[in-house]
């Protein structure tokens, strides 16, 4: 697997868990379907043939000298 996998799952559900109230707002899905989601979601994390195939962009910061 990827070296960044942890990183890049972890950052997606943070951004997840960031959204909730708006999402939750929408009426569309329910606080507790949300838990339930991330629940499935650190179930298939915890995979070991589970696979993030979405390009994902990184961007560093370099403090010129």
Do not use: H, Q
Not at 11 to 26: M, Q, S
Not at 41 to 56: E, H, K, L
């Amino acid at each position: 697997g990827s070296e960044n996998f942890e990183a890049i799952v972890t950052n997606c559900r943070r951004i997840l868990c960031g959204a909730r109230a708006a999402i939750v707002a929408t009426g569309r899905v329910s606080e507790a379907d949300f838990e339930a989601g991330l629940a499935a979601y650190d179930a298939w994390r915890a995979r070991s043939d589970a696979a993030y195939w979405y390009c994902t962009f990184w961007a560093e910061g370099v403090k010129p000298r």
